[in-house]
């Protein structure tokens, strides 16, 4: 069974400052999708990043980047130029490749805190 | 297009109760999953639909849960006799058919609920 660690609970950055969110996770299959969710505190998942496995490319949107070691099964998310509205939970997923379910597996999640 | 519904937001019920939810779809997503969330941890897969079918239940959802998507527009999931470890966000969530939208996820804000 493919699982998802989150090894930082928490984190905090300063307003414009970087942060780094890690992520591992653990599958037998060679080719699956990683993403990475925010929940704000209104509770709703909103997708900030997607990565496919076979793409050597690290996936980025606007402030948001990964850095994708498929070796090493990591999957960080970078967050440049923090902003007060980043502040929210975020979560690790895993979903194989295939099929047609779009089950996701979450990691345990990060809250982060932006401090102005 | 108002995104995924749901209702009730909160739920507060007596232990042995049974408790319904609804879950309204983006409207032509014809995929619908629903997901539990307890304290601290990542959401986790319950059961998915396509269209009307109810393609696959998670080992989390005992004989007490039951899901529907009769028309293959709104669900409902009801837990019955309902216990204390019950409690937790269920979360709603739907996408369109792989061809035309791959691998994203249309989050809910989910139902909180809580067995006393």
């Known amino acids: 069974a493919q699982t998802v660690t989150q090894s930082q609970p928490e984190m905090s950055v300063q307003e414009a400052e970087t942060v780094t969110l890690s992520c591992t996770y653990d599958t037998s299959e060679s080719d699956y999708y990683l993403f990475w969710y925010k929940q704000p505190p209104s509770r709703q998942m909103i997708l900030v990043i997607r990565q496919e496995a076979y793409k050597q490319q690290n996936a980025t949107e606007n402030r948001f980047s990964v850095n994708f070691q498929k070796a090493a099964k990591s999957f960080s998310l970078k967050i440049s130029d923090s902003q007060l509205g980043d502040a929210a939970m975020y979560f690790c997923?895993?979903?194989?490749?295939?099929?047609?379910?779009?089950?996701?597996?979450f990691g345990k999640g990060t809250l982060l805190t932006v401090n102005p | 297009d108002t995104g995924v519904s749901q209702d009730p937001r909160h739920k507060i019920t007596k232990r042995g109760q049974n408790v319904t939810f609804r879950c309204d779809p983006i409207?032509?997503?014809?995929?619908l999953y629903w997901y539990r969330q307890t304290l601290g941890q990542g959401p986790e897969f319950l059961t998915y639909f396509q269209n009307e079918a109810q393609l696959e239940k998670s080992r989390l959802l005992s004989d007490r849960f039951s899901a529907e998507r009769p028309k293959g527009s709104f669900s409902t999931l009801e837990i019955q006799r309902t216990e204390q470890g019950d409690s937790a966000m269920y979360l709603c969530a739907s996408s369109l058919p792989r061809t035309l939208n791959r691998e994203k996820l249309f989050f809910g804000s989910g139902t909180q609920l809580s067995v006393l």
């Open positions: 409207s032509e997503h014809n995929r």
């Open positions: 997923a895993y979903r194989r490749s295939g099929g047609s379910n779009y089950k996701l597996t």
